[in-house]
């Protein structure tokens, strides 16, 4: 199988200072960044915000992602979770994105780099940790100690272990669905040229579709753990 062909790869030398995994997740976050922008002055424009466009728009696709992101936290936590829709939300929106340039020609997924996806887990390992010191105080440690408390030593080890798996499991999760996805495209793409790659294009869609929804999923019901008084 030849190389793809990538644009990183044509960039001058002095441009290539990031890795490209590095350059395209800028990429990503600087294109998202201009979006919303233009976004909310869509809905600062429109004379009545509350009411959907008749044609589909921007200002239509970014609602649709926030009541997505509402309805899941809103399931999970209750309303109280709405303060946190704007971490799950650029959870979903960025690893979405960063999936999707995987079927852009000349462009290779961020989330197909290990160094990314674990970069992601750990915003969401510690994202969580700190809602829940900020929930509990001191307290939130009770969580670690187990129902008996003569046992609490050896539920805290547990527990601790339990918690330090989770970013790289988010981690490792994203970036095997992303890395194999990407890699079928390209066997598919090489070897059929036409017709035959769409197919694969389609289910890449859709796998990065899931796998942002899965990670975005996962940090919800972290948080939700975390923040909870029921234990």
């Known amino acids: 199988m030849e190389h793809p062909f990538l644009w990183y790869d044509v960039l001058p030398s002095a441009w290539r200072f990031f890795p490209q995994h590095s350059l395209t997740a800028l990429l990503v976050a600087t294109l998202l960044v201009v979006v919303a922008c233009v976004a909310r002055r869509a809905l600062a424009r429109a004379r009545e915000p509350v009411i959907p466009d008749e044609s589909f728009s921007l200002k239509n ?19 109280k979770g709405r303060k946190y829709v704007p971490l799950f939300g650029s959870f979903f929106v960025f690893i979405l994105t960063a999936n999707l340039f995987g079927l852009l020609p000349g462009f290779s997924p961020p989330t197909n780099n290990i160094n990314t996806t674990l970069g992601l887990g750990l915003v969401s390992f510690f994202a969580y940790h700190y809602f829940g010191f900020r929930e509990h105080g001191p307290g939130y440690l009770k969580q670690f100690m187990g129902p008996v408390l003569l046992l609490a030593p050896f539920f805290f080890v547990l527990e601790g272990i339990s918690h330090l798996v989770r970013p ?20 598919f793409t090489d070897l059929t040229k036409v017709v035959i790659p769409v197919l694969f294009y389609i289910l890449g869609a859709l796998v990065s579709l899931i796998q ?3 990670f975005t999923l996962l940090s919800v019901i972290y948080v939700t753990i975390a923040v909870s008084h029921e234990h």
Not at 61 to 79: F, H, N, P, Q, Y
């Open 212 to 214: 942002a929804f899965v």
């Open 168 to 187: 790289f499991s988010l981690a490792l999760r994203l970036f095997g669905n992303m890395f194999g996805d990407h890699l079928v495209v390209e066997i």
């Open 61 to 79: 696709l970014a609602e649709l992602l926030v009541e997505l992101i509402l309805g899941l936290t809103d399931a999970l936590m209750g309303r």
